[in-house]
């Protein structure tokens, strides 16, 4: 006994303050990329050769967020003249075209749906379906129920059963093993109902594009309404989406 | 031991020619001796080579073996006379079509049709969803009742689907059906850019991403010649080993939640999360995704990297030990912990078992004691193994490791040599060649083998995660103890979907 206490003592209280503050990431953390509009076009080339996602528009010298990884080597081989990864986590999306930035993201408050945030906005249950990931993006969805995020705080809570669930989120490109049982979680949601996308495999196909075995898109299977990219998405881009596009 | 077999070291960039190509007796022969006599399957796998399918098998005993021969359509199956072929032997008939003869279970292992367009093995229309028309073992009687879960679990986690039959709350037999998250890596390997593989590596078990990318990077430098310069090992070490700790520390959590211990639950369940952030620290990802390419690495540890990684780990160190204590002695854990889901060293011999399941079933392997890479041949790693396979045991090493681990990362962080990142860049494969790569991930032994064909092209990428082995540990873990017990057998072992599924 006294050892749990001496325990929760030195714990102490260790939730973050966000979204009234915006906790600190570290330096080398890449979120929203910022292209710098007057480079010229042999940098841009480079890059999008160099990319291994493919996910470089070089004519319209834009990043498609929803199938970069955001490894950084295209900031790293421009040396910054192409794009600056800003440690702005709030990047998500409720339109796949958006995703294709320079930088310049519209607000995800004001494209969210209202009678969402009145629905949903002071008790959001949600469904997680992890469909052929590699597990890192649940992994990351998980740790908003730890301490530091506290997500029922918001009234938001990963539930066992789509029957108690107001959406789904999904993670992973949707392999053919995994379509129909995810189809059939949604289709046990009640209406109104919402779909959430997390990380650029289930956005795009991600890392796993080409394969045969796997959907390249969500949202060419089920309406999406929430993209939120990454690979995997930082906890803290996962909050900003559900909070903004709910709240 | 001197056999038929070609004695090689882990990362060692083989010419195919020199590989002894034996007939399917002789080959069959030597490996089943060589596994009998206490070795292990670390690879064992078809390949389509001139319209011919051809085996491999990589085997190791203190040492590693490689050999080859022409595959028959149907053969005498090893697992027959030798269970640890069992994994290997239903995944080459369900990738190839062989048929092993005699398999003593041969069922599909991720459900897919076989590459080369000839008659399912299992007779399986893959226009059908999973499962197909496979007949779950069954076991027969009034008392009998069978309990399914799954592919969709309720949790936040991968899915599989798990039969049980039970005779009231006691579980007689698990079956543990994956597949679900198949993605084909293994065939997207010999068709994307080379600018691709690592990312492919990074993303086959998203918790194990350093383990996968220094298997795909070390297969890499070796068939190129390079070598990393030592910076670079020593931050892949540390990577490795701060990928150990926030699984560790994880699992321990989870643990403690699954037997209604929170505080632990709930401290663990943050310092894991605080282990994710050293490496987004060290290389901007918390699964250290972006650190490891082919000839090193991206991102040094520049020296604010090193003093705020020191700093955190002496903040973090006591914390964890404090927790640690807090969860060990408590008797109600212990209660729970101790002889529950027990797998004897007799079984995960024969299953194969590898890294911390294995080693709490008194099988000492390590990869970096017995084929260190990296950093590891100048650190000095305990042989941690425990007598008795049961849940506490499993947990222990956990524990045994954490301390290590957290003591590793210390020692290495000041030491003073530099790296040269590097960027990502392409590189071409010399022909005929192959490679073959072991790691200790935080599951166990990772391995990667790589085949190129006469022009450098990729013939052959072949994936190992460490649960390949042990889901069947898991199975075994279940035998007669209460079905209630699931959860801590499943959290003990922890293993991965995506990364035996592929
Ligand atoms: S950061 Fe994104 S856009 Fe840039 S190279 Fe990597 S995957 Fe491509
Ligand atoms: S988006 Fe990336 S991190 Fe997330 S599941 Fe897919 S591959 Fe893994």
């Not at chain 2, 691709?196 to 068939?223: F, K, W, Y």
């Not at chain 2, 037997?259 to 632990?264: G, K, N, Q, T």
Request: proline share 6%.
């Amino acid at each position: 006994m006294l050892n749990t206490l001496k325990n929760r003592f030195e714990q102490g209280c260790r939730t973050c303050g966000y979204p009234k503050e915006k906790p600190a990431v570290f330096a080398r953390y890449r979120g929203k990329p910022i292209i710098q509009k007057d480079v010229s076009s042999d940098i841009v080339e480079a890059c999008a050769k160099a990319c291994p996602q493919d996910a470089i528009d070089i004519d319209l010298k834009k990043i498609d967020m929803g199938r970069c990884v955001f490894c950084g080597t295209c900031e790293r081989i421009s040396k910054g003249a192409f794009v600056i990864f800003t440690d702005d986590f709030e990047i998500s999306t409720s339109k796949k075209e958006h995703l294709l930035t320079d930088g310049d993201l519209p607000s995800l408050a004001e494209h969210s749906k209202q009678h969402f945030k009145k629905l949903f906005g002071r008790s959001l249950q949600l469904r997680q379906v992890s469909a052929a990931g590699c597990n890192a993006c649940e992994a990351d969805l998980n740790v908003l129920a730890t301490p530091f995020f506290d997500l029922a705080r918001f009234g938001i809570n990963f539930v066992a059963s789509p029957r108690h669930a107001d959406g789904i989120v999904v993670t992973g490109p949707v392999s053919r093993n995994m379509k129909t049982a995810l189809l059939t979680t949604y289709e046990a949601i009640a209406e109104p109902k919402v779909v959430i996308a997390v990380g650029s495999c289930t956005i795009t196909g991600g890392p796993f594009t080409g394969s045969p075995e796997i959907t390249e898109g969500l949202d060419t299977i089920l309406p999406v309404d929430l993209f939120i990219p990454g690979c995997p998405p930082h906890p803290l881009t996962n909050l900003h989406a559900l909070l903004t596009f709910f709240k | 031991m001197t056999n038929a077999f070609l004695e090689i070291s882990n990362g060692e960039k083989i010419a195919r020619e020199k590989i002894p190509h034996l007939s399917f007796d002789e080959f069959s022969k030597t490996a089943l001796l060589v596994v009998e006599d206490g070795g292990k399957v670390v690879q064992f796998f078809a390949y389509e080579d001139d319209n011919d399918i051809k085996f491999m098998a990589v085997l190791r005993t203190d040492k590693l073996f490689v050999a080859g021969c022409d595959a028959p359509d149907s053969y005498p199956a090893l697992s027959k006379a030798c269970e640890p072929f069992h994994m290997f032997e239903r995944e080459i008939a369900e990738q190839f079509g062989m048929r092993p003869e005699g398999h003593p279970w041969l069922k599909m292992v991720r459900y897919h049709a076989n590459c080369r367009d000839v008659p399912d093995v299992f007779g399986n229309d893959y226009k059908e969803d999973i499962p197909g028309n496979y007949n779950y073992y069954q076991v027969d009687g009034d008392e009998i009742h069978e309990v399914a879960v799954g592919p969709v679990h309720a949790g936040v986690i991968e899915p599989g689907h798990f039969r049980f039959n039970c005779i009231g709350e006691r579980v007689l037999h698990l079956e543990i059906q994956l597949g679900y998250q198949h993605r084909a890596i293994e065939n997207l390997f010999l068709n994307v850019q080379a600018k691709r593989l690592p990312i492919l590596a990074e993303n086959i078990a998203g918790d194990t991403t350093i383990g996968h990318s220094l298997c795909m990077a070390q297969a890499v430098e070796a068939l190129t010649s390079v070598t990393p310069d030592k910076g670079a090992q020593m931050i892949r070490s540390i990577a490795l080993e701060l990928e150990r700790l926030a699984n560790h520390i994880g699992d321990l959590g989870a643990l403690s939640g699954d037997v209604a211990f929170l505080p632990p639950a709930n401290y663990f369940g943050r310092i894991r999360g605080d282990f994710l952030n050293l490496a987004l620290l060290l290389c901007g990802n918390r699964f250290g995704k972006g650190l490891v390419r082919p000839g090193g690495v991206r991102f040094s540890l520049a020296d604010d990297i090193r003093e705020t990684l020191a700093e955190r780990l002496k903040e973090l160190k006591p914390q964890v030990e404090h927790v640690l204590d807090l969860l060990f002695s408590a008797s109600t854990v212990r209660a729970r912990f101790e002889d529950c889901g027990i797998v004897s060293t007799y079984d995960a011999e024969k299953l194969g078992l590898v890294g911390p399941a294995g080693r709490a079933s008194g099988i000492p392997y390590d990869v970096r004691r017995s084929f260190p890479t990296e950093h590891y041949s100048q650190i000095d790693i305990p042989e941690n193994k425990k007598p008795t396979g049961d849940v506490y045991d499993r947990a222990r090493v956990r524990y045994d490791e954490i301390l290590q681990s957290i003591h590793i990362i210390q020692s290495l962080i000041y030491s003073p040599v530099e790296t040269q990142c590097v960027d990502d860049s392409n590189f071409n494969l010399p022909p005929s060649s192959f490679v073959v790569t072991v790691n200790e991930a935080w599951r166990g032994e990772v391995s990667h083998a790589i085949l190129t064909d006469n022009r450098g092209k990729i013939l052959r990428y072949k994936v190992k995660d460490p649960s390949f082995h042990n889901w069947n540990g898991l199975a075994m873990s279940l035998r007669d103890t209460g079905i209630s017990d699931f959860p801590l057998n499943n959290k003990s072992f922890n293993l991965s979907y995506c990364g035996f599924d592929l």
